[in-house]
């Protein structure tokens, strides 16, 4: 019956916030490999979860990247009210993506998606380290990024490294680097390995993954059941306030290897 299903799913999202530790897991029935309506209902739950997490007053809210971050944000609803309101911004600058899926974009839409204000971060994906180093100094970069240190909330995915390295053309030497060292999961431009130890980092500015830490609601969305193993290396050793918004086929296989 659909009862049993419900309590059943109940059931899956605690095991899975206990494994791991954090403080709450939320499953959407289904598979978003091939199911891109468990995105749209990814985009319901972070508008209620966040809707939940975020006080009244001013918020920050910094957003990666990614085809979940963008197709999620397409489906979130009103969050503004007369005594809440929310800027957001992207939470690293320039890892490497295509422009609809880059956080700048995640972060307009969901500004617009739930009657917030957004702010860009307008740094170029490919630059020499000298380049980079000196637009740092810029002062309209230097007050995006004091925004994203004040941030109280920050929302992302998680991704497959080997995946993810060669969607943002990183170097061959990079690819090499990668697999010597087992990198199974990516997120925030961190790499990890089974354990959810760190094995490679893209020097990029915005937050870092020790800022994560202490940022006082984190939101993960991910799910599909070929993300599995890159979710479960990621949440290991995931900040424990963290909230992860996943779906049936990733969580069945999380729990199989536990
Ligand atoms: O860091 C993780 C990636 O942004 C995930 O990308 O949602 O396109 O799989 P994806």
């Known amino acids: 019956t659909v009862m049993n299903q419900l309590l059943g799913m109940h059931q899956v ?36 979860s966040l809707d939940l997490l975020l006080p009244d007053g001013d918020n920050i809210v910094a957003v990666m990247g990614g085809t979940t971050m963008a197709l999620t944000a397409e489906h979130m609803g009103t969050l503004e009210t007369e005594k809440r309101h929310i800027l957001f911004v992207p939470a690293r600058g320039g890892i490497g993506e295509a422009m609809t899926v880059q956080a700048n974009s995640v972060s307009a839409v969901m500004a617009s998606r739930t009657g917030g204000h957004h702010r860009a971060l307008y740094v170029p994906e490919q630059l020499s380290l000298e380049t980079y ?13 004091t925004l994203i240190e004040q941030s109280n909330c920050v929302v992302h995915s998680i991704g497959r ?4 390295a060669a969607r943002r053309k990183m ?37 870092q993954l020790k800022d994560v830490q202490k940022i006082p609601n984190v939101v993960a969305i991910a799910g599909g059941k070929t993300k599995a193993k890159a979710i479960r290396a990621y949440m290991k050793n995931a900040p424990k306030q963290t909230w992860l918004i996943t779906d049936e086929a990733a969580a069945n296989e999380i729990l199989k290897g536990v």
């Open 13 to 48: 999202e605690k095991e899975i916030s206990q494994y791991f530790g954090i403080k709450r897991c939320i499953v959407v029935a289904g598979n978003s490999d091939n199911q891109e309506k468990v995105l749209y209902e990814f985009g319901d739950i972070l508008t209620d």
């Open 133 to 145: 180093n000196s637009l740092l100094q810029e002062p309209s970069i230097q007050e995006v990024l």
């Open 161 to 164: 490294a080997l995946h993810m």
């Open 171 to 207: 170097s061959d030497e990079e690819m090499v680097m990668l697999k010597q060292n087992n990198a199974v999961a990516e997120s925030f431009g961190y790499f990890f390995d089974e354990e959810g130890e760190v094995v490679y980092k893209i020097p990029r500015i915005g937050l």
